[in-house]
């Protein structure tokens, strides 16, 4: 419906046939076929359905993008983290944030709002400091890494040693014993950098070093470190370990190479403390023809404790927010529910959606597609997507109607944290892609804050996130699996 009205949609037909030439989709009311199939649609059919809804996306859009909508999800955000601030896993103000949320989509007339309980990771941080004694004085911008342990209060007093690589690491393992290892590895994407960060504590502690410094996983930097979780390993001792500045990694690599003697005082107060109890934040559009059929819009509602948590993950939860508060003002209700979560505690590896996936994953069979936005809310460059060459065919059906802002493509890999649980059981994925440079610019920094946030940019994030979801959602199959 646009505005109250049912827009007119094409008679589903059933067919047992094969036409040469024409891909055929195996597919029956309402569900999606696992093996063989007794009935049949091409994709002709699927093609002709989907098209019909080009006045529905355009409806969305304009609201979205021009209309009321405008704004309305940058402005709600701002609204939330100028409030609260950053929303650290079992913190008070996490909690805080899940309260107002609550209130919020109450107050926006979604249905079945409601907190679902989970028990989350509690870590502070604490004062920290690192201070390079040697070859001069000079004071370093530190970020302890989460569930990193503290110091001994007076600290660790040590010589460096400087790597780039965990091979180097293990060719000059006999000159890390008694030293902090400082690692200064090459970012050339985030996946392969993220490595040192989680695991270099545990690589340096094997050598046997007092602590580990990691440059931090950034493409650009202005001096700013950035934090993010890391890991220990049973039966390898626990050291404590930050992240440094770009800068200060490339500056005592420079060091090193020339023969200078480098040493650092680090100064740790982190401290873990008993799991913390928390929720994931559930509202729903009621399908009205399948309401036990389910597509998934996702983000997550904590953050860092730094900044104000406005990129990662405000943006993705507040246009998966705007999704369904678009369809809902449009007086739009489709066939299947359209479930929107907020999770909780993803930046500790996705503690709050494995813990959802736990309760709901015998209902499995029935989730039709899950989305997950969190990679950033700049201008978006398409939609990433993981399922069967035949639900993909079908996607790209879907984003043909976000041509009227040029946003079309269907790209491979639409896993997420909080989503792969259900796409590793079948269930078909997707993410919401745009500039990754520039999200790992400000990711898990100080920097990140409403300033880096574009209104209009969010604008087009969530239009793409609601016709999608929508369109999907009202199909009257769910995307087929393999």
């Known amino acids: 419906m646009i505005l109250g009205r049912k827009l007119p949609g094409k008679t589903m037909k059933f067919l047992l046939f094969i036409f040469v030439g024409v891909h055929l989709l195996p597919l029956a009311s309402g569900k999606a076929i696992h093996g063989n199939g007794t009935s049949q649609r091409t994709f002709q059919e699927i093609k002709e359905e989907i098209a019909h809804y080009g006045d529905v996306a355009k409806a969305i859009i304009n609201f979205t993008v021009y209309g009321k909508g405008q704004n309305r999800s940058y402005e709600r955000l701002a609204l939330l983290v100028d409030t609260v601030g950053p929303r650290l896993s079992g913190s008070k103000s996490l909690e805080k944030a899940i309260e107002i949320m609550q209130q919020n989509l109450q107050g926006d007339g979604l249905e079945n709002v409601h907190l679902e309980p989970v028990k989350i990771p509690h870590w502070e941080r604490g004062e920290e400091s690192a201070v390079m004694l040697e070859p001069r004085i000079h ?78 996983v950034a493409s650009f930097s202005i001096y700013s470190p950035h934090t993010g979780i890391q890991e220990y390993q049973n039966g390898v001792p626990k050291i404590p370990t930050a992240c440094i500045t770009v800068e200060d990694a490339e500056m005592m690599s420079r060091m090193a190479s020339r023969g200078n003697r480098i040493v650092i005082q680090l100064k740790m107060g982190a401290k873990s403390y008993p799991d913390a109890d928390s929720f994931n934040t559930v509202a729903e559009i009621t399908g009205s023809k399948y309401p036990e059929q389910v597509v998934l819009v996702s983000g997550h509602l904590d953050s860092w ?69 969190d990679l950033g809310t700049f201008l978006p460059s398409g939609l990433k997507f993981t399922g069967s060459n035949s639900a993909r065919i079908i996607m790209e059906e879907v984003m043909s109607l976000l041509q009227p802002i040029n946003i079309t493509q269907v790209l491979k890999a639409g896993d997420g944290t909080d989503i792969n649980f259900w796409i590793q059981d079948g269930v078909p994925g997707a993410s919401l892609l745009d500039d990754l440079y520039k999200y790992f610019s400000f990711h898990h920094s100080h920097g990140d804050t409403m300033t880096v946030m574009d209104p209009k940019q969010m604008n087009l994030a969530a239009a793409v996130w609601a016709v999608v979801s929508y369109v999907v959602a009202d199909l009257e199959e769910m995307l087929p699996r393999s």
């Open 139 to 216: 004071k370093m911008a530190i970020l302890g890494l989460g569930s990193s342990i503290g110091t001994p209060p007076g600290g660790i007093t040590a010589e460096v040693l400087v790597v780039t690589s965990f091979d180097e690491l293990q060719r000059r393992g006999p000159d890390a014993e008694g030293k902090i290892v400082v690692y200064n590895q090459p970012y050339t994407n985030y996946s392969a950098a993220v490595q040192y960060r989680m695991e270099g504590a545990v690589e340096a502690a094997k050598v046997g070093a007092l602590a580990s410094l990691i440059r931090s």
């Open 305 to 373: 404790d730094v900044g104000q948590g406005a990129l990662d993950d405000g943006g993705g939860a507040f246009i998966s927010w705007e999704a369904l508060s678009v369809i809902k003002d449009l007086g739009l209700r489709p066939k299947r529910t359209l479930r929107l979560v907020l999770w909780t505690a993803e930046e500790q590896g996705g503690v709050g959606s494995s813990q959802y996936y736990q309760l709901h994953k015998a209902n499995s069979s029935n989730y039709s597609l899950v989305m997950e936005s």
